[in-house]
């Protein structure tokens, strides 16, 4: 069963950081991308930030403005999403993502497997 679950969600106050955890459950995912999204209510998932294979390729949506920063460590089989400077805007349930071979980073449907989520919640 391939599985990925996120960690290290919660309550911070605007200004504050957190990193969220992507773990896999097997090495199976070695050779994909990797990408971060995130949903809030009412609204739309959203593409935050991408990895490629081996972190010579990053990408980021245009509002983390160089607070966001995604990596990833194979060995582990674990990709991170380091969070600084949230803003309540920021709150959203996070999700990470396995991207399928040659697809669109940015676009949910290039995905093919997803973990639940970790919530984060930014106070004004």
């Known amino acids: 069963q391939v599985q990925l679950v996120e960690s290290g969600g919660g309550l911070v106050q605007a200004g504050g950081s957190l990193k969220l955890s992507c773990a896999a459950s097997?090495?199976?995912?070695?050779?994909?991308?990797m990408g971060w999204f995130r949903q809030a209510p009412g609204k739309e998932r959203e593409f935050v930030a991408a990895?490629?294979?081996?972190?010579?390729?990053?990408y980021y949506a245009d509002f983390v403005k160089g607070r966001f920063t995604i990596s990833r460590d194979n060995a582990k089989n674990t990709v991170y999403l380091q969070l600084n400077s949230l803003k309540p805007e920021d709150t959203a349930a996070y999700h990470c993502?396995?991207?399928?071979?040659?697809?669109?980073?940015?676009?949910?449907?290039?995905?093919?497997?997803w973990g639940q989520g970790t919530q984060v919640t930014v106070s004004s």
């Open positions: 993502a396995a991207e399928r071979p040659g697809t669109l980073y940015s676009d949910p449907l290039s995905y093919d497997y």
């Open positions: 097997t090495r199976t995912f070695i050779n994909r991308a």
């Open positions: 990895i490629s294979r081996s972190s010579n390729s990053i």
